[in-house]
């Protein structure tokens, strides 16, 4: 499967790329993408949530009154969960929520992600470039020649710093190494842009 480069003024060159159908043209699998996508979103969860147990909770352990003979229930310490200020029952601790998938499944939901932007005409495959220095203005206007400005964008690439010092004050213009990608990243993104080289990177990631 070709698909056409296009320079950073926008234009189609004469050069095309063959895309791996066995990466970028799937049977798209919904369930992959989505326990991957669950996945990413788990492991940026904190989990550093924490209330006060009966022995953290400040307060005297004297017993408020005798046992019997008061006509009330019994009350062992001021700490007691069912007084204002006491301790919080079976209260959240802190903890992990991430969990684990196999490789196959990754990889699988990636291409499934990478072949959705190919059906939904949502892949540009742009010309290497790079930047002399950081320089947001330039890497908007290259954006906008390709069609992309304002929208949620993704750029992979080969390690290039200024492109991603660039870019990173862009609202909605994301910027992420080709041998990094993940599949929140693409499915989030209403446009992918692949630099020419990194099409070569990414076969080689599910490769090895």
Request: charged fraction near 30%; charge should be positive; hydrophobic fraction near 35%.
């Amino acid at each position: 499967m070709k698909a056409k480069v296009h320079n950073i003024e926008g234009k189609e060159t004469k050069k095309s790329v063959e895309l791996d159908e066995s990466i970028f043209k799937i049977e798209p699998n919904d369930h992959a993408i989505y326990l991957t996508v669950k996945q990413y979103l788990a492991n940026q969860r904190q989990g550093t949530h924490k209330t006060l147990e009966k022995s953290e909770v400040s307060g005297s352990t004297k017993k408020l009154h005798k046992q019997k003979g008061t006509g009330g229930s019994r009350k062992g310490s001021i700490k007691n969960p069912l007084f204002r200020g006491g301790a919080r029952i079976f209260g959240p601790r802190p903890h992990g929520y991430g969990f684990k998938l196999n490789k196959k499944l990754k990889d699988l939901a990636r291409k499934s992600a990478l072949t959705y932007k190919v059906k939904e005409d949502a892949l540009v495959i742009v010309e290497d470039f790079s930047l002399a220095k950081p320089h947001t203005k330039e890497y908007a206007r290259i954006l906008k020649n390709l069609g992309v400005n304002g929208r949620s964008v993704l750029l992979l690439h080969e390690n290039n710093k200024n492109v991603v010092l660039s870019g990173r004050n862009l609202p909605k213009a994301e910027v992420s190494l080709a041998s990094s990608m993940n599949t929140y990243e693409i499915m989030r993104a209403k446009k992918l842009i692949i630099t020419e080289s990194s099409v070569k990177a990414i076969e080689d990631i599910f490769k090895n």
